[in-house]
């Protein structure tokens, strides 16, 4: 049960990540580099606002719109300003690092000085910063560490069932967002822009509205994924745009995507596979410092799953072909 919940803990956060990235990568056809700026920013956004004691949900809301923010400005570079997609990707992700910082200075209420670290782990009820999570937790008093404390394990499987209610909505609503009639001219863009623009549709408009909703749901990834290890800084996105990227690529190699609904599903699940992937790698003793090597092997493997189903396919269809005798 432990080895599950803390694979969910760690998966569904970066479920966002991975619909995020899908949307741009896959939907609208923009390499967009922005997603670790965007995921930093969501974390360091949360994590100032539930330092300084502000509601929860209040603050994953701000992490949202901080992240559509961030896509805004890529969008702008892009579409209005004519700078390449990948540039200004990295433009964005690159400002960003700054950025949080100047936000995550804002807890000592003075603007000059930038903190690379926030940190509110300790959770106490009625007191001191909360999460969504914390908020629904059942607590009991501890004599020995006289504190409320919640409650074992049901604080665990709160969290995640939390998570889970999020990314269930967030699906819903792209699933529900991208089959109206702006949806599919996004979808449109994505796959024949000289022909959106002959339909009437206005690409520039399409692309930013895309690019923003996609940094905000890694932004809100980031605010799950904070409020879960209580702690922030400069460094915690680092590695998560190839994270979204395997996940992508090995929920679709195992999936398909054979319908939207589907190719969503897809997604999310090989988020969950991905960790679970890493996790077992870690019980058997794998390195803190081969994590990286890993993360590039699973890239490797998921971009190569295609060749290798088809390789097996011809293979099973030249033994089918094979007379009885002859096998």
Not at 134 to 153: E, G, H, K, T
Not at 259 to 282: E, Q
Not at 307 to 314: T, V
Request: hydrophobic content about 55%; glycine content about 10%; proline content about 3%.
């Amino acid at each position: 049960m432990d080895i599950i919940l803390n694979i969910l803990s760690s998966g569904l956060p970066c479920v966002l990540l991975a619909l995020g990235i899908f949307l741009t990568y896959r939907i609208l056809d923009f390499a967009d580099l922005t997603a670790e700026g965007s995921f930093l920013i969501g974390a360091a956004i949360s994590a100032v606002m539930i330092f300084n004691g502000l509601n929860p949900w209040l603050a994953t809301l701000a992490a949202f719109l901080g992240g559509c923010l961030c896509g805004v400005v890529t969008g702008v570079l892009n579409r209005y300003l004519k700078i390449p997609k990948l540039l200004s990707g990295i433009i964005t992700m690159t400002a960003a690092a700054s950025i949080a910082m100047l936000v995550m200075g804002a807890k000592d209420g003075n603007s000059s000085i930038f903190a690379s670290t926030i940190s509110f782990t300790n959770i106490v009820k009625g007191e001191g910063p909360q999460t969504i999570y914390s908020l629904c937790y059942p607590w009991q008093f501890n004599d020995i560490a006289n504190r409320w404390m919640p409650v074992a394990p049901w604080a665990e499987i709160i969290k995640v069932a939390i998570m889970l209610g999020v990314v269930l909505v967030v699906m819903f609503g792209i699933y529900f967002f991208f089959g109206t009639e702006y949806g599919m001219a996004i979808r449109a863009t994505g796959l024949n822009e000289n022909m959106a623009n002959s339909q009437g549709i206005n690409a520039n408009i399409s692309t930013i509205v895309c690019v923003a909703i996609a940094n905000g749901l890694i932004a809100l990834g980031g605010s799950l994924y904070v409020q879960d290890v209580k702690t922030v800084s400069t460094v915690s996105a680092a590695g998560y745009l190839v994270v979204g990227l395997a996940s992508i690529l090995i929920g679709e190699a195992i999936f398909g995507k054979r319908s939207f609904k589907n190719w969503i599903i897809s997604v999310a699940l090989g988020s969950i596979i991905y960790f679970v992937i890493v996790t077992v790698a870690t019980r058997l003793g794998l390195p803190t410092e081969l994590k990286s090597l890993l993360y590039a092997a699973l890239i490797t493997i998921a971009l190569c799953l295609p060749l290798i189903k088809s390789g097996f396919k011809k293979l099973f269809h030249i033994r089918q072909d094979i007379p009885g005798e002859a096998r």
